[in-house]
Nanobody, 118 residues
Framework: QVQLVESGGGLVQPGGSLRLSCVAS????????MSWYRQPPGKERELVAM????????NYADSVKGRFTISRDIGKNTVYLQLNLLEHEDTAVYYC???????????WGQGTQVTVSS
């Protein structure tokens, strides 16, 4: 059974930090590109960060460059998203996504809520 289980969301003040985790199971993690998406209230889901199959390359949305960092631990089948210098506009449900190298199979997690508020 394929699963992507996110955790680490919560309520944080502006300027604060969080680390999101996504644990994968049921598929060959090393063969998948991993990404984090987010969906702010009333808006469409958007790509936040991506890390390649081998972990050698990352890409970020302009709005989070320099503040967020994506990483993966092959041994733990886990992808992380470090969120620093959080802003109100970062409030969203954050989703973990896996995409195979042929872009034909994709999996989604259930999402974790991040709320930035003073």
């Amino acid at each position: 059974q394929v699963q992507l289980v996110e955790s680490g969301g919560g309520l944080v003040q502006p300027g604060g930090s969080l680390r999101l985790s996504c644990v994968a199971s049921g598929f060959t993690f090393i063969n998948y590109r991993m990404s984090w998406y987010r969906q702010p209230p009333g808006k469409e889901r958007e790509l936040v960060a991506m890390i390649t199959v081998g972990g050698g390359s990352t890409n970020y949305a302009d709005s989070v460059k320099g503040r967020f960092t994506i990483s993966r631990d092959i041994g733990k089948n886990t992808v992380y998203l470090q969120l620093n210098l959080l802003e109100h506009e970062d409030t969203a449900v954050y989703y973990c996504n896996a995409l195979d190298r042929f872009a034909t199979i994709t999996y989604w997690g259930q999402g974790t809520q991040v709320t930035v508020s003073s």
